[in-house]
């Protein structure tokens, strides 16, 4: 692959597992200095001996992205370490599969600290650099449920829409500032996010999977020819559409794939 981001400085959430370390891996490979963040440390230095193996540069930070004061600090280590931020990737997420009537309160405030708290946080913090710079790309992993609310998947989805509609304020906001904004939808993928969410209501994953890798090779697309809108596996674009024209349709359809 050539090294058509060479200089180009990238930071990735939730880069220890799944859609985050397959886009690291990607963008480091496409020459860009990454700075990989999650709680769990020991997996990022694996991840990262595997990047400077491959002649790839990148930074650890093992820190929880619902802490406002160490994303931020994150955030002016790396501008301070490499120059600015070029490209900020919000993949940190969990899901929970229950029912709007089952679910705590306190699970869902959980959900949006970590699905919109930690994103909107992290944008915060490097808009400065990437307004000083005149540029920048700050691309939001949502998800398909995001645009259509998925049963037993109530919280979550509520988790992305609202980053949905930050998402989309904010790239109007920035129009004309040279600072890009992305929302990626994957559909179920082939990752360990299933297997660690916590489970008491409705049946597991349905319909295609896609793998990580794929979902990154579309995210790197998106950096180097930005997209307001990503859909990793395209026919889900009309789910998309077919949600708001005919709204009672797809709940019928719906149902019948639960079953």
């Known amino acids: ?7 180009r400085v990238a930071i990735v959430s939730g880069a220890s597992a799944g859609i985050g370390e397959a886009t690291a891996r990607v963008l480091a490979r496409a020459g860009a200095r990454v700075a990989v963040c999650a709680r769990r440390r020991e997996r990022l230095d694996k991840l990262a001996a595997d990047i400077t193996a491959g002649g790839g540069m990148v930074a650890v930070y093992g820190l ?3 802490d ?3 994303v931020r600090a994150m955030v002016d280590d790396v501008a301070s370490r490499w120059g600015g931020i070029d490209v900020l990737v919000n993949n940190a997420g969990r899901g929970l599969s229950a029912t709007v009537e089952d679910t705590k309160p306190e699970e869902f405030r959980e ?3 970590l699905n919109v708290m930690a994103a909107f946080t992290a944008t915060q913090a490097v ?10 790309h700050i691309i939001n992993v949502s998800s398909i449920a995001g645009r259509r609310g998925v049963p037993y998947r109530g919280a979550y989805s509520a988790t992305k ?3 949905d509609g930050l998402s989309e304020a904010l790239r109007v906001e920035l129009e004309g500032t040279g600072i890009h904004v992305s ?3 994957p559909i179920g993928t082939a990752t360990e996010f299933h297997d660690v969410e916590a489970r008491r209501a409705g049946p597991g994953p349905r319909g295609p999977i896609q793998s990580s890798e794929h979902v990154a090779r579309c995210i790197l697309r998106c950096v180097r020819r930005p997209r307001a809108e990503v859909y990793p596996f395209r026919p889900s674009w009309l789910f998309a559409v077919a949600s708001v024209i005919a709204p009672r349709l797809v709940d019928v359809g719906m149902r019948r794939l639960l079953r």
Do not use: N
């Open 1 to 7: 692959m050539a090294r058509e981001l060479a200089g």
């Open 64 to 66: 929880d992205v619902t």
């Open 68 to 70: 406002p004061a160490g």
């Open 111 to 113: 959900l949006l600290e």
């Open 127 to 136: 808009l400065p650099w990437m307004r000083r710079s005149g540029r920048g």
């Open 161 to 163: 829409s609202a980053l």
């Open 183 to 185: 929302l990626v939808y």
